[in-house]
């Protein structure tokens, strides 16, 4: 990856971070979320956006991300005056649920492994 694309990387995470909890004012973002990373592509044709929410509550949390999916247009348009640059990629949210899965793995290996006694 060029550091070109790297710092693009960094400045769309930033960027998309700052439109979803400031401009956008669609209700059904209700739960706590963070942009993890932002991976464009070489061409800048398309960027991978990868979403961590944080909520114990399924619907709300799918919901919240639905919203976030259905903002992409709106994004594009602000980034593209932001920042200036001649092609703004087409965003692509994916949920990351990499810490949910920690979660359940440390709660099974909790079950499975012999409780300290000290």
Known sequence: M?????KLNSE???YIYDLLTK???D?????????LNVDCD???????????????????AAQTFSAICDSEPFIRQQ????????TVPEFRFIL???LAY???INEILNEILPKDNN
């Open 2 to 6: 060029s550091n070109r694309t790297e």
């Open 12 to 14: 769309f995470k930033r």
């Open 23 to 25: 401009k956008v004012k």
């Open 27 to 35: 209700p059904r973002i209700t739960e706590m979320f963070t942009i």
């Open 42 to 60: 070489r061409e800048l044709s398309t960027a991978r956006v990868y979403v961590s929410i944080y909520s114990t509550d399924v619907n709300r």
């Open 79 to 86: 980034i593209s005056r932001l920042m200036h640059i001649r």
């Open 96 to 98: 990351d649920e990499s």
């Open 102 to 104: 920690s979660q359940k």
